[in-house]
């Protein structure tokens, strides 16, 4: 069975700076891997996912995830962050089975963004 | 862009009712899906559907859960008997069922059991 580890439960960043928030995953083949971002109260915004070929994916929002099959990651960065990124943010893993896709969700990490 | 859609937004309901979730998924979407997230906790699937049938449910899943696809658009989670541990944000969910594809997620129905 897949699943999704999200190490960080909390993190803080300054406005402008940098952000990386890790994710790693088990899965016995190749998978579907997800970015989710969740802002209070709202539903599921897809913020990337990879499935095949290259493995550096690029999103909305400025962001993007690099897939590293040999340390089973796949960690969401961006460059600088905006207030607005402040969201839980939720990395999931697909499993296919024929055509329908199961996904499996990590614990999801808070971002919390101070000016 | 089309989007998948859910009604109610929220849903207060007395412990013991029936409930009745609706989804429209992506018109030409095959596959449907159902998600649970407790308030704090990460989102858990429920079940999968393709083709009138249940393709997979989970744990959570048991006699009190069923779904319906009961016309060509909707996309039902009826709650039998509610339990106050069934208050959770519920997801629906789907697919095309292509490889690659994604799983777009409604908005979700907030479902408060008292």
């Known amino acids: 069975a897949q699943s999704v580890t999200q190490p960080d439960i909390h993190i803080t960043v300054s406005e402008g700076a940098s952000l990386e928030l890790r994710c790693n995953y088990s899965?016995?083949?190749?998978?579907?891997l997800f970015w989710y971002v969740q802002s209070p109260g709202q539903g599921l915004q897809l913020l990337l996912k990879y499935f095949s070929g290259d493995t550096l994916v690029q999103g909305i929002k400025g962001f993007e995830a690099e897939f590293k099959r040999s340390q089973s990651s796949f960690n969401l960065r961006k460059p600088s962050v905006h207030w607005s990124d402040a969201a839980e943010y939720f990395c999931a893993v697909g499993a296919r089975s024929g055509g329908y896709q199961k996904v499996t969700f990590g614990t999801g990490t808070k971002l919390q963004v101070i000016p | 862009e089309p989007e998948v859609t859910q009604t109610p937004s929220h849903q207060v309901t007395q412990m013991g009712q029936e409930v009745i979730l609706r989804c429209v998924p992506i018109?030409?979407?095959?596959?449907f899906y159902w998600y649970r997230q407790i308030l704090g906790q990460k989102v858990e699937f429920l079940v999968s559907?393709?083709?009138?049938?249940?393709?997979?449910k989970s744990e959570i899943f048991d006699d009190q859960f069923s779904v319906e696809r009961p016309d060509g658009s909707n996309f039902t989670l009826k709650i039998r008997s509610t339990k106050l541990e069934d208050s959770a944000m519920y997801f629906c969910?789907?697919?095309?069922?292509?490889?690659?594809?994604?799983?777009?997620f409604g908005p979700g129905t907030r479902l408060t059991v008292l």
């Open positions: 559907f393709y083709n009138n049938e249940i393709s997979e």
């Open positions: 018109s030409n979407h095959l596959y």
């Open positions: 899965y016995g083949a190749t998978p579907y």
């Open positions: 969910a789907s697919t095309m069922g292509l490889r690659g594809d994604t799983q777009y």
